[in-house]
């Protein structure tokens, strides 16, 4: 093995090798220099003896061509791939930082740097998905750092795009992280991202992955049998939004997973209710998650919110109808008591179709109503907090690049 590696100095395609910087069962990662734009690169290279194989040079080359479609600011960017003398390689962005396997050995990450962390990668993930790819192996090791400490989602090796026709059904994946549908190799989908996500969060925010295991094979059957350890008993400073979150991204169903990785770490920073959230169907085409998320949501969202607004106002109207206005006052404001309070069920009805605006997307529609609410019911202390929280949530979609108008 060790006479087919480069050696400082050697060339490859454009790229002058400087060190090597990793080694796997398929291939070595480089150092390498780039000296037409003067930068350094990482230079994942194949062996010798996998170059040989057809099949296998096939699929380097379907993961440089996945690869090469994302484009976001969280996904590690793709240079330029090729053979060489017979050895194909892919060259990329280069991170001195290294990954969030290395970064995770110094320590934990603080709460804020962890929920930064993967807002990140839920951006990455939730552009490729909207793609039609699903990435198959999220982990530590797949996320690299970069200088500015942000993440970058990396390793399209066993990605795949929905309804591919030559789906592999073999097991591939890292068992610490695979999702029990990707264990039974079931056609891939993103929810199974979702779960491996959930696996990723569990860990960065207590310590320890949510399945351990002497062996692969405890750790497969701990992903397809076992319930994890309730977060909060590993790190009690938690949250219990936090706890509730990260167990539904760890369902071992995947109809009771998140609809989208941002709004799972939404649920993480307590912007989303994780039990008033409904779930969505993924369809098996290149715009899964773009449909559910903001066709069907900008669509049919102003619709229902404005007959829910209706139906939570017809008590209110019903209830003041029925008053006798105080004599000689016509039109007076009366005074706010127990005894002619606003019926607590046209409150509830209208909180309602603030959480399906919320859910769907249609922000507008849910900060206006948000606001109704406050102005209508300032007696409720349950509704006070909703014009932030809603505008919180809306920023947050803006800022991952994953809400338009």
């Not at 690869?67 to 050895?87: E, I, K, M, Q, T």
């Not at 591939?172 to 993103?190: F, H, I, L, N």
């Not at 105080?326 to 603030?354: F, K």
Request: with cysteine.
């Amino acid at each position: 093995m060790n006479s087919e590696l480069f050696t400082p100095g050697s060339q490859l395609g454009p790229y002058q090798i400087e060190v090597l910087i990793g080694r796997g069962g398929m291939g070595a990662v480089y150092r390498a220099h780039d000296p037409t734009l003067r930068r350094p690169v990482a230079l994942k290279v194949l062996h010798l003896d996998c170059t040989q194989e057809p099949r296998v040079v096939e699929h380097f080359e379907r993961e440089a061509e996945i690869w090469g479609r994302l484009d976001h600011p969280s996904v590690a960017p793709v240079y330029f791939a090729g053979v060489d003398r017979g050895r194909a390689f892919l060259a990329m962005k280069y991170f001195p930082a290294g990954s969030l396997a290395a970064r995770m050995k110094s320590g934990p990450l603080a709460f804020e740097e962890a929920l930064a962390r993967l807002s990140e990668i839920a951006g990455a993930l939730d552009h490729a998905h909207a793609r039609g790819i699903v990435h198959r192996d999220v982990k530590p090791a797949n996320v690299l750092i970069g200088d500015d400490g942000r993440a970058y989602l990396s390793d399209f090796g066993i990605a795949r795009v929905l309804n591919e026709a030559t789906f592999d059904s073999s097991i591939t994946g890292t068992p610490g992280y695979m999702a029990p549908e990707q264990v039974r190799s079931v056609q891939p989908d993103p929810r199974g991202d979702l779960y491996s996500l959930g696996c990723l969060a569990y860990e960065m925010l207590t310590g320890r992955p949510p399945f351990e295991g002497d062996t692969p094979e405890e750790l497969v059957m701990s992903q397809l049998h076992e319930v994890p350890t309730p977060p909060r008993s590993v790190a009690p400073d938690l949250p219990q939004h936090v706890e509730t979150a990260l167990l539904r991204a760890l369902s071992k169903e995947p109809r009771e997973r998140w609809p989208s990785a941002t709004l799972f770490v939404q649920g993480l920073m307590g912007h989303i209710a994780a039990g008033g959230l409904e779930t969505v169907s993924l369809k098996s085409d290149a715009l899964a998650l773009a449909e559910a998320r903001h066709l069907k949501g900008r669509g049919q969202a102003l619709r229902l919110v404005v007959l829910a607004v209706l139906v939570a106002l017809i008590p209110v109207a019903a209830w003041f109808s029925s008053r006798e206005p105080p004599p000689g006052s016509i039109g007076a404001e009366r005074p706010t008591t127990a005894a002619n309070a606003v019926p607590e069920p046209a409150a509830d009805a209208l909180a309602q179709a603030i959480q399906r605006a919320l859910d769907s997307g249609a922000y507008p529609e849910a900060v206006s109503m948000a606001d109704l609410a406050v102005r209508l019911y300032p007696q409720r202390a349950d509704l006070a907090g909703l014009p932030k929280r809603v505008r919180e949530a809306w920023q947050a979609e803006k800022e991952l690049g994953l809400w338009s108008p």
